[in-house]
């Protein structure tokens, strides 16, 4: 079985990115990075929603992407150098 993060990775390598995006947000931490993956799921699920709320869902959206690709996508030194 697949961890979270590799499901993620994978997805992400398809050009999944949505589906990437809906991974993370199921995490069950209360951490402030899965806050902004869980709402940018449902601003990417109800978009309307969150415009009478007056908030860009396209950028909540963009947001929780790009740091979906620095977590879990953005190269990273291998374990164990020294940078």
Known sequence: MKTKTQQIRDAWA????????G???KFYDRGADTKV???GWNAHKS????????????????????????????????????Q
């Open 14 to 21: 398809r050009g999944e990115k949505f589906r990437a995006l």
């Open 47 to 82: 978009p309307d929603f969150y415009r009478q709320l007056g908030r860009d869902p396209e950028a909540m959206v963009a947001a929780a992407l790009d740091l979906l690709a620095r977590k879990f996508i953005a190269p990273r030194p291998a374990r164990g150098s020294c």
């Open 37 to 39: 993956f869980q709402r």
């Open 23 to 25: 991974i993370a947000a």
